[in-house]
């Protein structure tokens, strides 16, 4: 029902920015929250920010948000992930994610997000 496919990654250098993409279709119903995780090679899939559709409301992680910022354009069913100061410790591959329940509730966990694009991977080198 719902299809995302995330764009904007690539090869930076520590200190470099990158802004993220993660372009929806399907019913908003199925999307109220969309988050941004990503994994790092043999790590788990961890939360990077999330916003509530609906009302914009955003829930960065507290390590991230000094760096990181959610946004959404609704017109365009588009959300962005703009990363600034970027750290090695940051490379990942960045994943788009749709969850049907509100922010709050969906949270970091993974299982809780019904849909995922394919990724976009990001590569900061020191």
């Known amino acids: 029902q719902v299809q995302l496919v995330e764009s904007g990654g690539g090869s930076v250098q520590a200190g470099g920015s990158l802004r993220l993409s993660c372009a929806a279709s399907?019913?908003?119903?199925?999307?109220?929250?969309m988050g941004w995780f990503r994994q790092a090679p043999g790590k788990e899939r961890e939360g990077v920010a999330r916003i509530h559709t609906p009302s914009g409301n955003t829930y960065p992680r507290d390590s991230l948000k000094g760096r990181f910022t959610i946004s959404q354009d609704n017109a365009k069913n588009t959300v962005y992930l703009q990363m600034n100061s970027l750290k090695p410790e940051d490379t990942a591959m960045y994943y788009c994610a749709a969850s049907e329940l509100p922010c709050y509730s969906a949270s970091w966990d993974v299982r809780r997000y019904n849909y995922w694009g394919q990724g976009t991977k990001v590569t900061v080198s020191s």
């Open positions: 399907g019913n908003i119903y199925y999307r109220e929250c």
